[in-house]
């Protein structure tokens, strides 16, 4: 496995390149496959642990309330969980939590007596105006070595990935 050496706030960091591991142009696919898992791991992980030690709280939750911050109507739980792109299942347990922690609230949906709407408390929305502009201030520093430009083409070219997964893969030729 390939190390390579970063520096980050004056201080040497060696990192482990795994996906270069996998060495041939052949095999490039899976070498950005695992770039994209890296990041997004120490990505989570960083703002995973700023979140809990500034305010107590989950990224989960953090994910729940931006979502219904988003939504001044409130949202259902199914159309929660295809927004936080987890099981209905996964999110009633979150949900029960936060209810009681008396930053969400639970509604009957008037359209339907048989769901629920979530909706913020003024609780939840000002917890969440407190932590949404360091959120935002903890993923600009985590990106400030890339330019604006190559923030705009990585972005682009993430949603021509995105695109090309979301219409199907191409026939295998075997």
């Given amino acids: 496995m390939e190390r390579r050496e970063t520096r980050r706030a004056g201080a040497s960091m060696v990192l482990p390149d795994r ?14 496959w695992l770039r994209l898992l890296i990041c ?9 642990a700023r979140l809990r030690s ?6 989960a939750r ?16 199914k159309e929660l969980s295809e927004r936080l792109m987890v099981s209905k299942g996964n999110v009633t347990g979150l949900i029960a939590r936060m209810e009681n922690a ?4 639970r509604r009957r949906d008037p359209a ?21 502009p360091l959120h935002n201030q903890w993923f ?6 890339l330019t604006r430009r190559d923030m705009k083409q990585l ?8 695109v090309n997964l979301a219409i199907g893969f191409a026939k295998d030729v075997t």
């Fill in 140 to 145: 600009r520093n985590m990106m400030h070595r």
């Fill in 19 to 32: 996906e270069s591991a996998v060495r041939t142009d052949e095999d490039l696919e899976i070498r950005i």
């Fill in 112 to 132: 339907d007596g048989r769901a629920h709407m979530v909706h913020l408390t003024a609780k939840g929305r000002k917890l969440f105006d407190t932590m949404r």
């Fill in 62 to 77: 953090f994910e729940v309330l931006a979502q219904l911050y988003r939504v001044e109507s409130g949202l259902a739980m």
């Fill in 102 to 105: 008396g930053l969400i609230v």
């Fill in 54 to 59: 500034a305010f107590g709280v989950t990224i």
């Fill in 155 to 162: 972005h682009d070219l993430l949603q021509i990935l995105k």
């Fill in 40 to 48: 997004v791991s120490l990505m989570e992980k960083e703002i995973s």
